[in-house]
């Protein structure tokens, strides 16, 4: 693969900042996912040790997301910890 890239750049040196671009995007995108999957947050990926996480989050508890029915001026949870 990284032989037809050369290639390619040989005879059309025009591509070169596109692998070059597409190389950082690329790397950039694998940096996010492993990020991702080492940071904190709501989502586990340990399906042995807790299989069900959203069992243990109180209904008080601010998700993501917007609920509509919700009113907001009752929760005890003014935002979230930093």
Sequence with gaps: MFKTILQHAKKHPG???????????????????????????????DKKNNPEPWNKLDPTYQYKFVAINTDYKNLKKEGPDF
């Design 15 to 45: 591509l070169i900042p596109q692998f070059i671009f597409t190389s950082l995007g690329l790397t950039g995108a694998l940096l996010y996912l492993i990020r991702l999957s080492r940071g904190p947050h709501v989502t586990l990926w």
